[in-house]
């Protein structure tokens, strides 16, 4: 897998953090991992990114904050999902899985 | 619920500025430990480790400026950080700021109490219930003459009105006057308004008290009956509830009160006390004497109530259309309030565009003070362009610190207003205006606070153009750069503003030279020494006749023994004063038959002696002219050439029985027959006050208070309080109504000629002071920006006066430019004063020569002042400053 980060669709980075945080809250970092961890390396989220994005859907209010401590002691902002976060992504999701089918058909098609 | 989340978000970022800032450093760090940590855990050695999570985070302040961009309110947390930049700037330049927040007050100020004035005399309903429904009535005539006027009723046509026309609740005010009030052992003078019945049902006005007056009481003849004003209740009868069905003692009667008004009830005429007019066909009622207002019926229409006016008055009207074949005359509604002002409405628009000059003036000025600073900070603006802020940053910028002078001026503004406002008051005289008050409203707030942002505007776009322009290597190299076309735009602006001071300079001069006229015109009598005490013989016990000589002989004669006084008399009324008009038909002669309208006077012997008016021809009166001798009169001038063709009208009879037996100079009247200057002399004729009749006294005391005067030669000090006890020992309960000397009776006359003189006085001062402070400005910046051209020409061997000329020469230049263009101005646009002035054209020389030599004047000044800091200008020094 090449290193060489993927531009970020627009929106999908939304979604990207949404996902990465259903299964359970995280810290900034975490989230930049589990992203890379969940699409196979081929997004690496750099901060200048994903600290925006992540007070965005704050201020959105699809997540929330609170500072916890981390796996080796380090006091971090964890994120979770709002109830509205998940109703969100679960919208997201299913919009994104439509334009993925429809990019893919049109692929196909040619 | 996203909604509020939301809402929530944005007020912290707001707010909570500090907590959420340091919460994002927190966090930042945060992830960079964790970094950290996560490089050491993959075997790198610490500083290698710290290195990579740096790069991988890529720097704290850029991560954090980019979260900061993507917060919710960040827009209106850069206007917050361009407002606190605006206000430092602002503060850096003390001078900048002052000059233009306090020309905005002075400007925007006048405004504002102009525009309070226009608020409550045009556009404020008038404060009843329904107030669209209320109206008055107007005559329209066409044809060989034309006219558009209000009209007063006599006692014919308001009972037809009354009568005939149901859609309209109507109702009279005979008028209002000061009249006594005995209460228990004192006397006051109070203000009485007569209205009919149903007065106060147009008007919508519940008494708090009792009741209005019924249709019972408004019959000649019918109970006397009294309604209060809460203040006078409060006053003089201490609140007492039991008042109602009490008599008080008005004008010599008594008079049942049967209600008192509500404490905030505001009536056109704002009256002490309200007595029933009771109208008829006879007395007042016999000539056109009443005012009318009307109040519109649920579900009629104006055009309803106009037939229904016009069917009432058609005899009326053909009567009228007889007397003058080829001129149709038809009556309609006016709404109230227009009916109100109307008077009023050319000197207050006179006043809004005075006041709009005003303005466009400051407009010029502030642009010019802008636009200077805006170029003294091409520099900046290029250093900020050079570092990567947008053209639409710099311009946002300017627009805010526009705004927020136009918000700092706006507010002081509002003040100035109010002050002024103050002062137009103490210069108005009571009950001037029709209205009760004239406040400072939301519609007045509204008003200063749209001026003052446009003013921004317009003065904002100059320099807001200018910065469009800035080249970024010319403006960074050069440190003063002047260009010829800011001066020139500045010049411009200052010819412009020059020109508008000019006609308001003009104008104001051309109403001071009318004033001067009218206060020098030969009085026809000696003014000075003559003290004059007004009373009020609205009064029972004087309709009289005997009881009314025996007052004018005692009081009189107790007058003349007072030190000092030479002697004394009484009068209805006085020169400066209006007099009563009444119609005068010739008896004998050629001329027998001859009938017109006259001023009519009453004096007693030494009347004219008092006064020192000129016998021209024949006697003045003496007591001789008593109740059962000859009828005779004295006539004036004007009335001898007016009816006689200018020969003697000694021994003439006049009024089929009255025997003319002098002739006098004419004086100064304010004329009601047919008035084309507010002062002038008409014919007039003079009877002895002995030989009036018992009717004529019963009507006349209504209208016009008698003068007592005296002539001293004594100390005029004290001799108030000297005719006050003369006067208590002929009658105890007669209080006068007030003291003046000639010269305030002439004052009284002039309020209005005042009034204007002082207004649009004011407005050309101002006008002229932001027209110096404009050419000031000009000069002083010339003079800085050029300092080190004037260090290299005196160092080259110019004069300091050389320098001066030079330099100085833009602002006269412009000066000289505004004066050509005011004069050319004012020849066109004064014209519409015409009607205003007297005793002086349109196109007055000695106006003109003032105005040229104040304008010169000022601009000497304020060219001169600045331009004296060239004196202190050291060549050396500003060339080594380089």
Not at chain 2, 200 to 206: I, K
Not at chain 2, 496 to 502: C, F, R, S
């Amino acid at each position: 897998m090449s290193p060489e980060p993927t531009t970020l669709l627009q929106g999908t980075l939304d979604l990207l953090i949404l996902k990465s945080l259903a299964t359970g809250e995280l810290h900034g970092l975490g989230i930049s991992r589990r992203i890379q961890q969940i699409t196979g390396g081929t997004f690496v989220v750099k901060p200048g990114s994903l600290f925006p994005a992540l007070h965005r859907l704050e201020d959105e209010g699809w997540t929330s904050s609170f500072w916890g401590d981390s796996e080796n002691n380090r006091r971090a902002k964890y994120y979770r999902l709002t109830k509205t976060g998940r109703k969100q992504m679960e919208v997201e999701s299913k919009r994104w899985g439509r334009i993925s089918w429809a990019i893919a058909q049109a692929l196909q098609a040619s | 619920m996203p909604l509020l989340v939301k809402g929530r978000s944005f007020l912290r970022n707001l707010f909570l500025t500090r907590r959420v800032e340091q919460d994002l450093d927190h966090e930042v760090h945060a992830h960079l430990q964790l970094l950290i940590d996560e490089n050491i855990r993959a075997g790198m050695p610490r500083r290698k480790a710290e290195r990579a999570a740096r790069m991988e985070l890529g720097g704290t302040e850029q991560v954090k400026e980019q979260v900061r961009e993507k917060r919710l309110g960040n827009g209106l947390h850069a206007l917050m950080a361009d407002c606190r930049f605006g206000l430092r700037q602002l503060r850096k330049n003390p001078g900048f700021t002052l000059t233009v927040v306090l020309t905005l007050a002075l400007s925007v100020g006048a405004n504002t109490a102009i525009f309070s004035l226009v608020n409550a005399l045009l556009l404020k309903s008038l404060p009843y219930p329904h107030p669209e429904r209320l109206g008055t009535i107007y005559a329209r005539v066409t044809g060989a003459r034309s006219s558009e006027n209000p009209i007063n009723l006599d006692g014919e046509r308001w009972e037809l009105l009354r009568d005939n026309v149901a859609t309209l609740i109507s109702a009279l005010s005979g008028g209002t006057s000061g009249v006594n009030l005995k209460a228990g052992s004192r006397v006051q003078y109070v203000r009485n308004t007569r209205v009919s019945a149903h007065y106060f049902d147009v008007l919508a006005l519940q008494p708090l008290l009792g009741r209005n007056f019924s249709e019972d009481e408004d019959r000649p003849h019918g109970p006397k009956t009294a309604i209060l004003s809460y203040d006078l209740w409060r006053n003089t009868f201490g609140s007492d509830p039991g008042i109602l069905g009490q008599a008080i003692l008005l004008k010599g009667e008594p008079h049942t009160v049967i209600g008192v008004l509500p404490q905030d009830a505001i009536t056109p005429s704002n009256a002490d006390v309200y007595t029933a007019l009771q109208p008829s066909r006879e007395g007042a009622g016999g000539g056109s004497n009443f005012d009318v207002i009307t109040r519109l019926r649920e579900g009629a229409t104006w055009q309803e109530a106009d037939a229904k006016i016009n069917s009432a008055w058609a005899l009326r009207a053909r009567r009228f259309e007889n007397e003058y074949p080829g001129v149709h005359l038809s009556y309609y509604s006016v709404p109230l309030q227009k009916g109100e002002t109307e008077s009023l409405r050319p000197q207050v628009l006179a006043l809004m565009l005075s006041a709009g000059f005003i303005l466009l003036i400051a407009c010029a000025n502030l642009a010019g003070l802008t636009l200077v600073r805006m170029l003294r900070r091409a520099s900046e603006v290029a250093t900020r362009l050079a570092i990567g802020a947008s053209r639409w940053q710099i311009q946002r910028q300017f627009w805010i610190e526009n705004l927020l002078l136009a918000l700092l001026g706006g507010a002081v503004s509002i003040a100035v207003g109010f002050l002024a406002l103050k002062w137009l008051f103490l210069l108005l005289p009571e009950h001037f205006l029709p209205v009760a008050s004239v406040p400072l409203d939301g519609r007045v707030m509204t008003f200063t606070l749209v001026v003052s942002v446009l003013t921004s505007v317009l003065f904002g776009m100059f320099p807001a153009f200018a910065a469009r322009r800035v080249d970024l290597r010319s403006s960074m190299a050069d440190r003063s750069v002047v260009r010829a076309g800011s001066v020139r735009v500045r010049q411009s602006l200052i010819a412009g503003e020059v020109a508008l001071t000019v006609v308001l300079l003009a104008g104001s001069g051309l109403l001071i030279r009318s004033l001067i006229h009218l206060e020098t015109l030969p009085p026809g009598f000696n003014p000075n020494g003559v003290m004059v005490a007004k009373a009020s013989l609205d009064d029972v016990r004087y309709h009289d006749p005997a009881n009314f000589r025996k007052l004018l002989d005692e009081s009189t004669a107790a007058m003349r023994q007072i030190p000092g006084v030479q002697n004394a008399a009484v009068g209805l009324t006085l020169p400066y004063e209006r007099a009563i008009n009444d119609g005068v038909t010739i008896s004998d002669g050629k001329e027998a038959g001859t009938q017109d309208g006259t001023d009519l006077f009453y004096v007693t012997p030494g009347y004219f002696e008092t006064l020192q008016m000129p016998l021209l021809a024949g006697r003045t009166f003496t007591d001789a002219d008593g109740p059962n001798a000859q009828k005779v009169a004295v006539v004036n001038h004007a009335f001898a050439r007016k009816f006689y063709g200018g020969s003697n009208p000694i021994g003439r009879y006049i009024n089929k029985d009255t025997l003319i037996v002098g002739e006098v100079a004419d004086v100064s009247v304010v004329s009601g027959l047919e008035p084309v200057a507010p002062l002038m002399s008409e014919q007039a004729m003079y009877v002895p006050a002995a030989q009036v009749s018992a009717q004529f006294l019963s009507i006349v005391h209504v209208w016009v208070q008698p003068d007592w005067i005296v002539r001293t030669a004594g100390p005029v000090e004290g001799l108030t309080a000297e005719m006050q006890r003369a006067l208590a020992k002929a009658d105890p309960n007669l209080p006068a109504s007030g003291f003046y000397s000639m010269k305030d009776l002439l004052a009284r006359t002039l309020t209005t000629q005042r009034i204007e003189v002082a207004l649009l006085g004011a407005m050309a001062a101002l006008a002229l002071l932001l027209s110096a402070v404009g050419i000031f400005a000009l000069v002083a910046n010339m003079v800085a920006q050029k300092t080190r051209e004037i260090g290299i020409r005196m160092a080259l061997g110019s004069s300091i006066g050389q320098v001066m000329v030079q330099v100085g020469r833009s602002g006269a230049a412009a000066s000289l430019v505004g004066l050509v263009l005011g004069l050319a101005l004012s020849a066109g646009a004064l014209r519409v004063m015409r009607s205003e002035l007297y005793g002086v054209g349109v196109y007055d020389s000695t106006t003109i020569f003032a105005v040229v030599l104040t304008l010169s004047t000022v601009t000497l000044l304020a060219t001169a002042l600045p331009a004296l800091r060239i004196a202190s200008i050291d060549p050396a020094r500003t060339l080594r400053e380089e």
